[in-house]
Structure formats: structure tokens, C-alpha cells
């Protein structure tokens, strides 16, 4: 795959959407394509961040490490992007990945994220939204799982 | 003095000291060694004869200069006025006609010029080899006190200074030595036969003519002096900044990081200020001096206008000898200048040795003879070492090791214990005779170590501290450094080698220096307890495995190289191994963690100089930055018609980068890191583009052609996937690989590799060799799963000795520091471990391991030191559970001594400290 077809790629991603091509190509071109094998983990949930990544070919788990042992929360596919939690607050990853099958990614280092950030306010607006659009997502689960407990709750009292 | 016992009859290897004088015994203050406390002292007591000799080819070459200077008078009157008469040369009588008398002169004139020509060449020549001889002996002398400093003056005097002591300081001196007695006896007899002549002339004149050399001769010296003054000044504030400097390189971490860069600059300028001042007067002072000389010249011609004008006219001279003396006096300014100048320099050169003989003189340097000498027989340290009222007294005051008396069992292991600043570690030092006490005495079966030659001493002990310094050399060699007391095995020298050897003895025994071969084998198998050289080798792998270290030295065996002239086997056995690999690769289905070398396919996760040479550059000539400019890689492009199809990928390539880095790059580092131009290059590569947009690409000038051509050199397809080399390309590039090849003219033969699947690749590391390909860009954890591969292909091969042995030539750098303190604690040890001493003194020696490490190679050490001597200085005292019997110092003093069961009881010492941990 060439750059191009990167920058064409990157261009389907609603966060980079609205970036110039000169800029696409600048971020296809620092970031790093690194190819995992299935079944290998590209980071564990606690590891210090240094990258988000963008998925080019293949298929990850996310997982989430839990009392209960690991629970895959979600599965991501070409184009998803991801990893950029942890390197925009400065936290600890906040859970694992791992390549479902052979997994081809562009790896984008925390500087050019940050970077791109502080130089393109619509890209951070972007990026704003879908936290946004996720945190929504997470409340509506998190309501509909108390509702549930209360009803269970309600069940055995 | 003390005598030496009997078995220790002495003789100093290589260097011809006077034997039966018995050495001292103790550290000597005012020995002066082979350096004389003066300058003309150094010079008369080793170049007498040769200045000597010096002096009369000056004195025999002068006849023949003043007839080479009397000839053209006889010539010139030959010419004008012939009165034919007979010549005798002893009892013969030749008698020659006008023509053939000329010719004879003529002849006689050109054998004059070569005579003198020959004289001046062979005094010359003396002179620079008498020069440089002493030079040598000089620094000689001066490195070799360096060894016998004692180590508390390392603290007072640093480095910085001692250097161009050794270097700079001295060079001048080698260049006087050889002038010193010849120059003025030539300038000196010159000035003195003109005067000679002068007087012969008129004696009025000539008294008139030296009138004002007493006032000179007065006034100069006086000058001189206060410029002789500033010379020393200048020379000490010049040893500050090779001080400083030197400081700085070791501290520009600290430096920067207190933000101290200001405080630092201003207080170099502040020393380049005392320079400059001083220079600055000592050059007024140097041209007043002149100023002076010249204006007095200048007066004496007065003299002679005015009394040789009055004798003239009163007709007590004539005109013609007024002339003469006048043109004569101009010829005295010569060598006049020339003695001043000889006394000027004789003046700087005296301050230079006094200076720097000074610095190289410190109270309580070793003994010479203790350090050189080498006994008959060196007997074993057995039974017990016994201290005897010990102390060493610091600054005059600080007792650091106060009155320690015991005795301790060589057969056993002692640790010695104390808090910080409780003399555990000077006593350490002061039984490896590395400190000297200030009273008391050390010993073994009666010996005592201060009248113990360094022969002894270092053979049958071995010490290693928390610091250890490696030399920089391979590690192999540094873990040998303690079996190389003598060269033991000459090498065989046979004709001209044999004689430049010889050569070689001769002159380094002329100059005072030792004589011994640096290239014979020095390595003394039977001090290591080995009978070849094999053997030792089995004990080295031995003496790392026992310490941990072997699989460190492994790594960097496999990153290393291997000469496979040297080691054929092992080259064969890696080669056998890289198939190895490649089956495995194949069996763990991870084959495409590398791209293979294949000579018929382009490797698109190599770049693209390394697919154009197919090999591992040796040497610079096809090294990767030139590649671009270099003359046969362009004739082979131009060959195959490449050149402008890759200054187009440069052009590609340079649009790409300016168009991505040319505004809002992220950062400087950022485009180091990624682009192929580095950002201040950029500008360069756009206004090449701006004048390629307005000339068009046919008119570019070669410089820019070149840059542009140097950028697809450096790509690799698979990682930097800008489309700019496509499959053609890779394929005409790879039809290139092959004119390169056979084309390669015979003398750049040498300069490359070339990639075969059947050859050991000599320049290439050993891992490289394995894994013959390129690892693939872009795969996650490839490195580390294919050392894991590497591994297990050497272990199931049993080449992990063969590896082992490699990673022995690793360089280590200066002062060991490409290896980590732990590693070089180890290397320490290992070095200690392979001379089988009877005694050895560990002085925290592993304070940088972790804490089952050393508990490993205590354990390990006491097994080896069995029914020898183990003394061990620990930092953490919970350690002393592994030793048979402890020490225990506080405030200097021994305060208690015993077995770890009587020792750790309610109220003493060793519980107090073991509570503390």
C-alpha cells in the first residue's frame, strides 16, 4: 500500500476528514505501518501510551480487564481508529487490544497526534464529538444495566 | 634501606640499571630517576658525547666554509689578473695554464658546495635525531613516573593538566636539546671572526663597534626576565583551561542540568582574559626587547661615521678599510640576532622543563625499582597476612586507619564490615599496597609488602574496587590485562622485518625507554593454569560462566564481527547455522520477519544503495552518505542508463518532502526522524525546485544533481511507501547490482562484501550472517522474536561458545563505558579470578548487582578461592552470612574480629549494622 492509498484511507476516518491532503499525507507519512501477527497484543491495559493507531487490514479485540477476568468490550475493523484516550489525557491505556486475525495498522505517535490537535480545531472538535458520541454511548449502558440491577435487586428482596 | 630477603635477587628487565645497588625499600621523595631536577643537568648527563660529537662536526665543518667563502676572491682574480706560477700540494709541483687553472678552481669551488651542503645535512640531521632522542626519553620518564604517583595525588593534580604536560608542553624541548651547544658555537664563531676581522682592520673601530654589546648584554637579560616570568605565568594558566576543558566534557550533564551554562562561560572568559593579558605583555615586553636591540644596532654605524670619518680624514685609515669594517658590521647583525634569539628560546625552553619536572615530582612517589624489578623467584602467599599497628593518617590529621592490628588466615573468607567513613575500604586499599601507610606494617610469612617488588605483589594478590577501570580495548584483551607481566613468546623476524625490530630495540634502549616487544605473546598460560592457548580460551568461557556473564557477552558476540581467515570452523558453522535459521524461520511459519538477500531480486526492505552494492561496505570508500558522489557508483548508473531516472526519483522525492515538511512541520527532531532532508537543508531543496520550475531539469547544475540524486539512495520501499521505485525500476536497479559487481575495479576490491548465501560474510555482524536478509519494516516485536530463533538454532548447533568467543573482541570503549558498571564490576573480577592469585580483595567490588547476584558470586568466589585467601570488603553487611570469619571497623579502628556465631550477639557491632539494613 502506498501513501496515497494511506491518505485515501485516512480521508475516510470522520477525525481526519476535514484535515488538507498536504497535512494527510504529512500523518501517513511520519506514521508507522506495523503488521501484528493474530493473536499478538499490541498493548495491555496500564501500559504508559505512546501512539494511536488506525486499523488498515484485519480485525482487533478490545479488552477490558475486569474482577471477573478479561471481557472483550468490542471488536474493531479497517479504518476504526483507536488508542487516542490514552495519549490525549495522559493516562494509562485503558484496556487491551489484541489482533484478531493478522492485523495491518497505521501507527500514529503521540507528538504528530498532539500536534495535529493544537494546529487543526476542527480536528479536535472531531475528536470532542465522538468522546462525546462514546461517552453518551457508555451512559445509555450504564443506565440500562443500573435499570436492569435495580430490577434483579427488586427480584430477590 | 632495608635489605631484601634473599631469594629476591633482583634484575629490571629491559631497562640497564646498574645492578648490586639495592633498591630503597620504601617510597623515595628526592629520587630523581631519569629526569635531572635542571634542564642542562637532563641534557649533559644524557647527550654529553653526542653534543660532544654535534659540536666537533660544527668545528671541523667551519675550515671548509671560510675556503668555500675565500675561493670566489681566487677565481674572480684568476680571471682579471694571470700570473702563471707552479702550485704544490705537498712535495708534488703542478703547473697549470690559464684555462685549465680556472677550471680546476671552478671544480674546487663546486666540491666546496657539496662538502658544505653535505656538512650542513649531517648536522642537521644529528641534531634532529639527538633532539628527538631526548624528547623521547623525556616523555618516557615522565609517563613512566606517572605509574608511580602516589594515588593521593590524582586528587590535587587533574588529567586535564597532566596531558599536555606529557604532549605539548614538552615538544618544543626536543627541537632545542639539539641546538642547544651547536648554535652558538656556529653563530658565536661567526660573530667572533668578523670581530676578529674588524680589529684587524682598525682596533679603534672594532672597540667601537662592541661599544654598546656590554649595555646590551646588561640591559637584555634584565628585560628577559620579567618576560621569562610572564612565560610561566602564561604556561600555568594554560594547564587551568586544558583543566577546565576537561572538566567540562565530564560534567556537561551537570552543567546543563542546574543551568550553570552562563556561570561556566563567563568563568572560561574570565581565564581567556588572564591568557590574553598575559600574552598581550609578554608580546609588548618580546618587541620592546626588539625595539631596543635594533635601535642600539642602529647607533653603533654613528660611531663609525664619526670616529672612522675623523681618523680618515685626519689619514690614519684609509676609505677602503672604513668600507670593509662597515660592510662587516652589517654581517655581525646576523648571528647577533641570532644568539638573542637562542637566549630568548634557551630561556623559555628552561621554564618549560622546570614547569613540567615540577608536576612530576610529588613526595611519595613509588620506587622505581619496586615497580620494574623482577625477583628470581616469587615465592607464595601462605599462612596468614599480619597487620601490624596500621594507620594512615590523611591531610596531615584524619586518622582514616587508626593502629589495626590483626592476623588473617589466607586460607578462609574474611569480610570486612564498617559503616561509611569507618576506614573498611582504605583498609582494603592499604593491604593491596595501593595506599601506603603512614606507620605500622603489612606482611606475609615476615615479608614486608613496602620492600615487596610490584612482581610480587601483583602476582600473588589481586584486588578489585567498586570503580574498576577497563582499558579501552576488546574485552578479551582486558580480561587478559593480568597475565601480561613479560613478552613471552618472540615472534620470528626474518630479513628486513628482522632488521627493523632490531632497528627498533636500538633506538628505544638510546633513548632510555624499555625495549621489551609489545608484539610478542605476553599472555602467561602457566599463571592461568593453562598449558596452550586453547586452553585458556576454555577457561575464559569458564571464569564468565561462573560469573554470569557469559550470556551478556553472547549479545554482543552476536552483534559483533567474526574473521573467518582467523576462525574458518566457526565461519563454516554460521554459515551452517544460517540455514539453520531459515528452516526455523520456515517451521515457526515467521518467515516474513525477514526479506532474505536473493542477488536476482530487489530487497524492498533494504534501501536503495544497499540493493544497488549488495554487500557490507569495508572501510569508507563506499560508505552510505558519500554513495551519491561516489566516481565508479556513477559510472555504473550511467552504464546501465539509471542517472536520470533517479534524479527524477530525487526530484519526486524532494517535491513530496517540502510539499509535507515545508510549513507546520511538528519539529526539527520530527524531520530528522522522518524526512529524508534534515530541516535545515530544506531551503536548499526548494529553491532547487524553484530553479528546476524556471530551467527545467535538463540545466541543472551538477551540485544539484547530486543532491538530488543522493536522496533515492536512501530509500527503503516497504517503509517509506512513496510509490517512487516500481517494480521496472527495482528491476533495472537490480540489472545495475550486477554491472557493479563485475565491473568493480581491483583496487575498490577490498573496499566491499558482497552477499553470498554460501560465504561467511567477514564485515557483517554474526546475527546479520544468520539471518542474511533484511528484518521486514513494520512487524510488530521482529527483532526480538528472531534473536529468540537465533538462539535456540545456536544452542541446538552448540555454537554458543563460537558466539561467546566473538563477543570477546567487543571494543569497551574508554574506561569500559560502553558496558554497564555491573558488567564492568564482573569483567573486574574475571580479570582477578584468571591469574589464580593466592590472595584476593574485593572492595565492594559488586555493589552494582542485585542483591542474589552477589550472594551467587560470593558463593562461587569462595568455592574457587578454596584454601586461599578471600578478603572482602562488603556495602550491605547482611552479606557477611556467606563468610567464614569478619571484621568489623568503625572510626578507623579494628573494633571487632571473630566468626559471624561469636560476633552477632546483643550489643556488639555487626548486630548493630545488620539491624540497621
Redesign the interface.
Known sequence: ????E?VDMLKRIPLFAQIEP??L??I???S??????AG?T?FRQGDAANAAYVIVEGKAEVIVETAGGPVVVAVLGPNDFFGEIAILCDVPRTASVRADTRL?TLRISK??FL?LIK?FPTMAVSIMRELAHRLEATNNQLRSEHAELERLRRQVH | MKAFPSALRLRIPGIGAAPGEAATGARSTGDSGGIQPTLHGFIIKHSLLQQAYLLTLVVVSLPFYYYSLDLPKAIINTITKWTPHPFSVGIAEFHFAHLTYLWVLCGLYFLMVLVNGGFKYWINRSKGQLGERMLRRLRFELYKRLLRFPSAYFKKVSTGEIIPMITSEVEPLGGFIGDIFAQPAVQGGTLLTIIYFMFVQDWILGLASLSLYPIQGYIIPKLQRKVNLLGKQRVRTIRRVADRTGESTFGAGEILTHDNARYQLASFARLLGTIYDIRFEIYQRKFFVKFLNNTLNQVTPFFFYAIGGYLVIRGNLSAGALVAVISAYKDMSAPWKELLDYYQQFQDTKIKYDQVVEQFQPDGMFDERLMLEEPEAIPHFTGEMSLSNLTLIEDDRVRVVDGVSANLPLDRSIAILGGTGSGKQELALLMARLLWPTSGRIGVNGSDFATLPTAVLGRRMAYSGPTPYLFSTSLGDNLLASLKYHPLREPEYEGARAKRHQWQRQEARLSGNIDLNIDADWVDYETAGVKDQAALRDRVVEVLQKLGLDQDVYLLGLRGQLDPKAWPEAAQALLEARKGVRARLAEDK?THLVEPFDVTRYNTNASLAENLLFGTPVGPAFAAEELATNTYVLRVLDKVGLTDDLVQRGLKIAE?MV???AD????EE?IA??SFISADQLPDFQAILARIGKDGIKNLKKDDRARLLSLPFKLIVSR????AIDETLMGRIVEARRVFEADLPEQLRDSIEFFADDRYNAAATIQDNLLFGKLA?????AERRLIEVVARVIDALDLRRTVIEAGLAFQVGPGGTRLALAQRQKVAIARCMLKRPDVLILNEATSALDGPAQVRIIDMLKEEFAGRGLIWVLHRASLVRQFAEALVMEHGRLVEQGTLADLDKPGTKVSELLKAE
Open positions: 500500500m502506498s501513501l496515497h494511506e498536504p497535512k499525507k504529512l501517513a507519512f511520519t508507522e505501518r506495523v503488521a501484528f501477527d499478538h499490541l495491518i507528538e504528530l500536534r494546529e | 515467521i513530496t510539499e509535507i515538511f507546520g512541520a511538528p519539529s520530527f526522524q522522518f517509506h511507501r512513496l510509490d519494516f513494520g512487524e510488530a516485536d
